[in-house]
């Protein structure tokens, strides 16, 4: 069975700093990886997707994430935190892509102070 | 397009009764999911459909719930009878043929079970 690991349950960083939101899984085989987004009252969205190739990803609003195989890794990031980045962030993998293994974390609260 | 719709947005009723929530998936989506996102216990998938035709409903905590697709356009969520651990936010997802992982989330409903 699959897992992800999100350790932090709230990270907090300066407006203009980076931002790292960590992510640790096991899974069997090759993993798909993804981040969503959740906002204050409303439903998750897609932030971005690994499925094969470059290690690094890039998503929606300037994020990217990560893939580290040897540490079972996918951590999200962005160079300089806005303010309006603060959201629940959640990490989720797949056995190697279909609806029946997207197994999801728990969240991270990011909370981006001026 | 207006994306995942559900109703209600919140829902208050009493234990025992019966609860029933809605979602209309986006328009072209195949594939359908319910979940249920508490503080304790995380986003948890509880059942998912493809082309109408229920997949696994495994995460179904117990036979009080039930989830039916009667067309590619609507699917319903009942609870009965509801009980106060019941009480979470229930999400509705649909994803596109071929991208059953990329999930676009509804902005949810909010029950409370007293």
């Known amino acids: 069975a699959q897992s992800v690991a999100q350790p932090e349950d709230q990270v907090n960083v300066a407006e203009g700093n980076p931002l790292t939101v960590k992510c640790t899984y096991s899974?069997?085989?090759?993993?798909?990886l993804f981040w969503y987004v959740q906002y204050p009252n409303r439903g998750l969205q897609f932030l971005l997707k690994y499925i094969t190739g470059d290690n690094l990803v890039k998503g929606s609003y300037g994020f990217e994430a990560e893939f580290n195989k040897s540490q079972t890794s996918f951590h999200l990031k962005k160079p300089s935190a806005l303010v309006s980045d603060s959201a629940l962030y959640f990490c989720a993998v797949s056995p190697g892509g279909g609806a029946d293994g997207l197994t999801f974390g728990k969240g991270t609260h990011l909370i981006i102070q001026p | 397009d207006a994306g995942v719709i559900q109703s209600p947005r919140h829902e208050v009723t009493e234990m025992g009764q019966e609860v029933t929530l809605r979602c209309k998936p986006i328009s072209g989506h195949d594939y359908l999911f319910w979940y249920r996102q508490t503080m304790m216990r995380g986003l948890e998938l509880l059942i998912y459909f493809n082309n109408n035709v229920p997949i696994d409903d495994s995460g179904m905590p117990e036979d009080r719930f039930s989830a039916k697709m009667p067309n590619a356009s609507f699917s319903t969520l009942k609870i009965q009878p509801s009980e106060p651990r019941d009480s979470a936010v229930y999400f509705c997802?649909?994803?596109?043929?071929?991208?059953?992982?990329?999930?676009?989330f509804g902005p949810g409903t909010r029950l409370t079970v007293l």
């Open positions: 997802a649909s994803s596109p043929p071929g991208l059953s992982d990329t999930q676009y």
């Open positions: 899974v069997s085989g090759n993993p798909y």
